[in-house]
């Protein structure tokens, strides 16, 4: 009898000393749906000790989620586990993340307990997220190239038969081959814009502030109304490989459509950073500069804010959508990523570089 209890003690102690080891979170409910274990790792997760959550009721952890009591009851009676790919688990606004959640019946001291193990799916979500976007934004770019070059070809035929034909009237007539030679030519610039970039990148060595300041310098000059600008340089920021003028443009278009956006008691800021360890289309990058453009406008509309880099989407009744999806090339060029985040009151549109080290 003391050799099966001595047995039996070792045995939980293994147990415990591998729910410690665990990367994945668990978390142990009693009958009563009480919490009475977390590991590490859900600590972590939560930012909550075992401690302060023992036996508080399980919907402190997952309150307004589709982990309720009548599941967890039926759980523990039939013993029949079932898994919700995205939980939301929210303690505040200021700690938030979503789950993998998978519930089990287990036994322990001959009582039946719920076990649940959970994984946040943040990161995954988003570089899942990122991935189809790309794929969105490069199908939906090829389509508009191809019917440019389409409209291109019989746009220059057009406007050289009104050339020849200008020359056959007179001048009273003339006007109207002026008009069409005019919008011709208009057509003509516009799918050049949707052609986009068609040069490769210049890459040098760059300050990357210096760019910054010549996009200030151009709003300064150039906007008709006054623009409240802000800096946040991190000046420990080395040189980087770039093409400035691509860049700077990239840049100015994102700046010039928060310009349009916002009043002018609103601020745009101009921040950098060095970023590590992120995810530029679909590739772990050890050391990147993010640029962030932050303006504290009205925000853009949740129902294009998917689609905000594709060809012609734009939040504005007289906007041609080619800005953003132009910055969004010339950022591409470099190997880089360009993302939004907006609400009402916060847009910021990151630029993530990578950054090469030439040592």
């Known amino acids: 009898m003391q050799s099966r209890q001595i047995i039996?003690?070792?045995?939980?102690?293994?147990?415990?000393?591998?729910?410690?080891?665990?990367?994945?979170?668990?978390?142990?409910?009693?009958?009563?749906?009480?919490?009475?274990?977390?590991?590490?790792?859900?600590?972590?997760?939560?930012?909550?000790?075992?401690?302060?959550?023992?036996?508080?009721?399980?919907?402190?952890?997952?309150?307004?989620?589709?982990?309720?009591?009548?599941r967890l009851v039926q759980l523990l009676a039939t013993g029949q586990e079932f898994t919700d790919s995205e939980i939301v688990i929210a303690f505040n606004q200021n700690h938030r993340f979503t789950a993998e959640v998978t519930a089990s019946a287990v036994e322990f001291n001959r009582t039946p307990h719920v076990l649940i193990e959970f994984k946040q799916i943040d990161q995954q979500k988003q570089i899942s997220l990122e991935v189809f976007q790309q794929q969105q934004w490069i199908a939906a770019r090829d389509l508009i190239k191809g019917l440019a070059h389409e409209i291109k070809n019989p746009l220059g035929g057009l406007r050289g038969a009104a050339q020849l034909l200008n020359k056959e009237l007179d001048t009273e007539q003339q006007e109207y081959t002026a008009m069409i030679i005019e919008q011709a030519d208009r057509l003509t610039n516009l799918v050049d814009r949707l052609l986009g970039p068609n040069q490769l990148p210049q890459i040098k060595s760059h300050n990357i502030h210096s760019v910054l300041e010549k996009v200030c310098q151009v709003i300064n000059f150039s906007s008709e109304q006054e623009i409240q600008l802000k800096r946040d340089y991190d000046p420990s920021i080395p040189t980087i490989e770039c093409d400035q003028e691509k860049i700077q443009q990239a840049v100015l278009n994102i700046v010039n459509n928060a310009i349009q956006a916002i009043s002018p008691d609103n601020t745009i800021t101009l921040k950098t950073r060095i970023a590590s360890n992120k995810t530029i289309n679909g590739k772990r990058v050890k050391l990147s500069v993010e640029i962030s453009i932050i303006d504290d406008g009205p925000?853009?509309?949740?129902?294009?804010?998917?689609?905000?880099?594709?060809?012609?989407?734009?939040?504005?009744?007289?906007?041609?959508?080619?800005?953003?999806?132009?910055?969004?090339?010339?950022?591409?060029?470099?190997?880089?990523?360009l993302s939004c985040h907006s609400q009402p009151g916060h847009t910021e549109f990151i630029i993530l570089l990578p950054l090469i080290d030439n040592k």
């Open 299 to 337: 925000g853009i509309p949740a129902n294009i804010q998917d689609t905000l880099f594709y060809p012609m989407v734009s939040g504005r009744s007289n906007g041609t959508g080619l800005g953003l999806s132009i910055a969004q090339t010339l950022i591409n060029q470099h190997h880089g990523k």
């Open 8 to 70: 039996q003690q070792r045995k939980l102690g293994y147990q415990q000393a591998l729910a410690n080891q665990l990367v994945t979170a668990v978390l142990i409910l009693d009958q009563k749906l009480t919490i009475c274990y977390l590991n590490p790792a859900a600590e972590a997760l939560l930012i909550k000790s075992l401690n302060k959550l023992y036996g508080c009721s399980y919907d402190f952890v997952f309150a307004n989620t589709s982990i309720t009591e009548s």
